[in-house]
């Protein structure tokens, strides 16, 4: 029996023991696990040093395990902001390259995820490595103006990518009401800083993002973009041709299983 197989046993083990627990007991022991096991962090050791991730299932694991593998690209991106930035990582899920960029110290970070339960482990992520007065985390998304959208997600999945784009009939427990506001809107309204540094992993609602801030990212502070996109699908042809109107030309591309992480730079 392999090592996996004999964990996975222990665990079936384990969960059959709690589940014969008086109800009071099982809620105390419950609690406890969970309490213990969030508080045991993963840590994963970076080339600008370590971070501690908190772990709720395989998929939040799994993004803590790939930080310097999944996408080699954005590492390297993120490595070369210059000094005293502002980077704004939309899409932030659970919070792997906003952490990575504040380890920098020298830039300030703006997170945004509309899914609680990715926004809880964003937060704690950021509370377990002392982040806090390098990031702002934000429970909100981000589209073409100010509205109420609906996730589809599951507070049971952590870790997992959600979408405002229903793909089918779902319950409504499966549904989370989210606040979204354009980019023009946090800037202008909200007094955030304007991003030098734009991270957009929101495959679904890229073409809002980029409408609601055709104010803001042609200001000369907004130095490039990090999107993750298939570059010959035609709406990855038509964010492309969007973003020369607005002034950015592509310096950048890392292709992985049928998407591209392109880099778009301010074309002066």
Known sequence: MTPPEILLKEERRLLRLVRRLPPEARAKVQGGISRALIGEPFRIDTPRGPLSFAVLGETSGFRARGLLTKQQATIAWIDAFRPDSVFWDIGAN??????????????????????????FLLAANCELNAFGEHV???????????????LEVSQFEPGASFS??????????????????SMDQLVEEYGLPCPNYIKIDVPALTDDIIEGGTRTLPRS??????????????GGQRLVARLAELGFG????????GTTDLTFTKQV
């Open 250 to 257: 592509i310096t950048g591309r890392h292709v992985r299983r």
């Open 136 to 150: 702002d985390c934000l429970q909100i998304g981000v589209g073409s103006g100010k509205s109420l959208g609906r």
């Open 94 to 119: 659970v919070g792997s390259y906003t952490l990575y960029a504040a380890l920098r110290r020298d830039i300030s970070v703006v997170a945004f995820e509309p899914a609680a339960v990715n926004f």
């Open 164 to 181: 405002f784009r229903v793909k089918g009939k779902q319950p409504l427990s499966s549904r989370q009401a989210a606040l979204i506001l």
């Open 221 to 234: 502070q907004v130095r490039e973009l990090h999107i993750e996109t298939s570059e010959t699908s035609k």
